[in-house]
């Protein structure tokens, strides 16, 4: 791997281990693009996405330890609902399984750029308004955010706290600060998940040094060490942050990425 390449992934799994700790994400919203433009020419369109789906689920399996350990001791989780969370996310999590295989990386970039914009859309209305008061959601309910956590953590290789975060907040009416540490723990269950499940499709076929499996080993271990150690500040300053300001600051963190991939990749069809 070039040496510039190693910063890039270095970089990028500081900025992403924050994200993760500070916002209930699993840093996949970062790490995935990364993937799929370095590997870009190198690995087979059909094979990418997986590829860098696998690999991003990979870092976050690890780096989300530290986060969920330091939002325990800030008092932020809630474990009463993680059963149908993670019933709902294994259901998810097969599902998109089974669609990701073999699918190419044009079509898939303009599917993660318009998921990407709609949750920063979402984000960035609900900014201004009041704390939601907080309820039981019910069974039913909470295994249809582990649905959803499940499925986009398998699909987009992003950890499921992008959907579960914000859902929890809307649906159950958790607190930015509950919301994000409970979808800490959430994202170990829905990073294995995955993991468990794209490793029955079929290994991919390349020559790029390093690969194994589904995964890219190289950007694994370049993106995993500040990855693990930038979750934990995360965390810590997730407590000291106005809720307002952290879904706003969210929303426009993820509003240009999404940009970038949707652009990408309808030029890409043109």
């Known amino acids: 791997m070039e040496w510039w390449l190693i910063a890039v992934f270095i970089a990028a799994g500081a900025m992403a281990g924050t994200l993760a700790g500070l916002m209930g994400l699993g840093g996949g919203i970062l790490y995935v693009p990364v993937l799929v433009y370095s590997l870009e020419g190198r690995v087979s369109p059909s094979e990418l996405p997986l590829v860098a789906v696998s690999t991003s689920l990979l870092v976050i399996s690890f780096s989300i330890l530290s986060s969920a350990l330091t939002h325990w001791q800030k008092g932020n989780l809630d474990l009463s609902p993680l059963l149908p969370l993670v019933v709902g996310g294994a259901v998810g999590a097969l599902l998109a399984s089974l669609g990701l295989a073999g699918l190419p990386t044009k079509p898939f970039k303009i599917l993660l750029g318009l998921f990407e914009l709609f949750v920063a859309a979402q984000l960035i209305h609900t900014s201004k308004k009041a704390e939601p008061p907080e309820h039981n959601a019910g069974f039913w309910v909470y295994g249809l955010i582990g649905f959803c956590g499940g499925g986009v953590s398998a699909f987009f290789g992003v950890g499921g706290g992008l959907v579960v975060m914000p859902l929890m907040h ?79 600051a969210l929303g426009l963190v993820i509003l240009p990425l999404g940009l970038v991939n949707l652009i990408n990749g309808l030029v890409a069809l043109l």
Do not use: C, E
């Open 170 to 248: 809307f649906l159950a009416g958790y607190k930015i600060a509950k919301a994000v540490g409970t979808a800490s723990v959430f994202m170990i269950f829905a990073t294995l998940l995955g993991l468990g499940f794209h490793s029955f499709q079929p290994i991919t076929h390349s020559d790029l040094p390093g690969i194994w499996h589904n995964f890219y080993l190289p950007g694994f271990f370049a993106l995993l060490p500040t990855a693990f150690v930038f979750n934990r500040v995360g965390a810590l300053w997730a407590a000291k942050i106005n809720p307002a300001m952290l879904k706003r």
